[in-house]
């Protein structure tokens, strides 16, 4: 029996080492869906509509419009 070599790197190991590396990250998402869960009032059916993903989330809040001078 021959003892292994370590850290001994040949022309073939370097390639394959090279291929084990990820090319593609993925990035990571934005927390849960928002969700609205909207219910009848005479009924009591309740309906749920997913929005998008993001990470802050205002119902009914003032809209940004591109362009536009804040106002005080």
Known sequence: MR?????????SNRVSEDKRS????KRQRPPKKIVLRMECTDCKYRKQIPLKRCKHFE???DKKRKGQMIQF
């Open 22 to 25: 990820p090319s593609f990250v």
């Open 3 to 11: 003892p292994r070599a370590e850290g001994v790197t040949t022309e």
């Open 59 to 61: 119902l009914g809040g």
